[in-house]
């Protein structure tokens, strides 16, 4: 596709309960990042790919959190046992790696806005 | 650790007045510096980014940012603001370490009055 895309756009959940959130980063971009904003926190880093593997993972808030990236493409954030704090903006963003990589443009999606009732 | 700091959570100019939107940055080594923008209910465009090749950075949307190492600042600006430049700005930096994870400040909210 054209730029990066996330779904589903809204979702709204009970506590308690498991949730999926899907990014389809730009084709050819080998990282992958996900970020969280809040109107507590701000912007706040949870994980980044690159390629398949995470070595990253320093921003989940939990155990609750996980992440994976598959084919190198899609990655999926999951939260088990969902808590109100868990209410949030989650944005993806994907990037090249070229040797100038520490300014390589990120590249966001529109972000997946998680209610948790 | 490298961290970002913006001043004033809120910004508001008249349509056609100056626009500046302040951000400082702590780093042990030179940083790398981006503004991004984000409008409602959409995620974040860059609009510029500081990496090193020249002190004045020029962005779209008649945008620019000066790096001052002297007073750790890259402060944006932008000589006439327009209705459509009313947005949430966010000032970062590129962590020093392989992940480049994006540090953010916690943003300004720009108003436009007519």
């Known amino acids: 596709g054209a730029g990066v895309s996330q779904s589903p756009s809204n979702k709204v959940t009970e506590k308690g309960k498991d949730v999926e959130l899907r990014c389809d980063p730009i084709?050819?971009?080998?990282?992958l990042y996900w970020y969280r904003q809040s109107l507590g926190q701000g912007l706040e880093f949870l994980i980044y790919f690159q390629g398949n593997s995470a070595p990253d993972k320093s921003g989940l808030p939990s155990d609750r959190f996980s992440a994976e990236r598959t084919g190198g493409s899609v990655s999926t954030l999951t939260i088990q046992r969902t808590q109100q704090e868990d209410s949030a903006v989650y944005l993806c963003?994907?990037?090249?790696?070229?040797?100038?990589?520490?300014?390589?443009?990120?590249?966001f999606g529109p972000g997946t806005r998680l209610t948790v009732l | 650790a490298q961290s970002v700091t913006q001043l004033g959570s809120h910004v508001s100019v008249s349509e056609g007045a100056l626009v500046l939107l302040r951000c400082n940055y702590s780093s042990s080594v030179p940083p790398y510096l981006f503004w991004y923008v984000q409008y409602p209910n959409q995620g974040l465009q860059l609009l510029l980014k500081?990496?090193?090749?020249?002190?004045l950075v020029k962005g779209i949307n008649g945008f620019e940012a000066e790096f001052k190492k002297s007073e750790t600042s890259f402060h944006l600006t932008k000589p006439s603001a327009h209705m459509s430049d009313a947005a949430e700005y966010f000032c970062?930096?590129?962590?020093?370490?392989?992940?480049?994870?994006?540090?953010f400040g916690s943003g300004t909210r720009l108003l436009v009055r007519p």
């Open positions: 963003a994907s990037s090249l790696r070229t040797s100038g990589a520490r300014y390589n443009e990120q590249f």
């Open positions: 500081y990496t090193s090749a020249a002190t």
């Open positions: 970062a930096v590129s962590a020093f370490d392989s992940s480049y994870k994006l540090i």
């Open positions: 084709s050819g971009h080998t990282a």
